[in-house]
């Protein structure tokens, strides 16, 4: 009877450790929110600038790829990859990076690093080769919601607001 007290006593602390830490969160979740943003390619199903869409929007990418410079994209459908590649560092350690990449189709648009800060409220994407998605000051991106299928981002720049919603893609 003593075991079966303490069973009951662990499953309460693991049931209220699993807090919802999204306000859109649909479920208690085991996992960090870490693990749940690279389970899923994500896939942009709306791009509002202060609540309008923009979506559809055509934006010109500065970065060269394939061999040709000043790329067209619209937000609409790109596909986000959050990755965490482990290696081994010149002395032999195990080092953790973290990096994101962008496509359009098969097409890859950039990458960069990625991380959250402010205890898991916020993302931070950085791109590399000169790839921002605004600025480097709006790099830190407000999560909203996050979920197996959803995921929501916001961040204020230049007095706008900007958000970004995705749907759970297909590796």
Request: proline share 2%; glycine share 8%.
């Given at each position: 009877?003593?075991?079966?007290?303490?069973?009951?006593?662990?499953?309460?602390?693991?049931?209220?450790?699993?807090?919802?830490?999204?306000?859109?969160?649909?479920?208690?979740?085991?996992k960090k929110p870490?693990?749940?943003?690279?389970?899923?390619?994500?896939?942009?199903?709306?791009?509002?600038?202060?609540?309008?869409?923009?979506?559809?929007?055509?934006?010109?990418?500065?970065?060269?790829?394939?061999?040709?410079?000043?790329?067209?994209?619209?937000?609409?459908?790109?596909?986000?990859?959050?990755?965490?590649?482990?290696?081994?560092?010149?002395?032999?350690?195990?080092?953790?990076?973290?990096?994101?990449?962008?496509?359009?189709?098969?097409?890859?648009?950039?990458?960069?690093?990625?991380?959250?800060?402010?205890?898991?409220?916020?993302?931070?994407?950085?791109?590399?080769?000169?790839l921002y998605l605004?600025?480097?000051?709006?790099?830190?991106?407000?999560?909203?919601?996050?979920?197996?299928?959803?995921?929501?981002?916001?961040?204020?720049?230049?007095?706008?607001?900007?958000?970004?919603?995705?749907?759970?893609?297909?590796?």
């Amino acid at each position: 009877m003593e075991n079966f007290k303490y069973i009951i006593v662990l499953f309460v602390a693991v049931l209220f450790g699993c807090k919802k830490k999204y306000p859109e969160d649909d479920k208690r979740s085991l996992k960090k929110p870490e693990k749940r943003l690279m389970e899923n390619i994500w896939v942009v199903t709306d791009y509002l600038v202060d609540g309008q869409d923009s979506s559809s929007k055509v934006y010109f990418s500065s970065i060269v790829v394939g061999g040709n410079n000043g790329n067209s994209f619209v937000f609409k459908d790109l596909q986000f990859r959050f990755k965490e590649i482990k290696d081994k560092g010149y002395d032999d350690k195990i080092i953790v990076l973290k990096s994101f990449e962008i496509k359009k189709q098969s097409e890859l648009l950039g990458t960069g690093s990625w991380g959250l800060i402010n205890n898991d409220d916020n993302v931070f994407i950085k791109g590399g080769y000169g790839l921002y998605l605004f600025d480097p000051s709006a790099e830190s991106w407000k999560i909203i919601e996050l979920t197996k299928k959803k995921l929501s981002i916001k961040c204020l720049f230049n007095n706008k607001e900007y958000q970004l919603k995705f749907k759970k893609g297909e590796f």
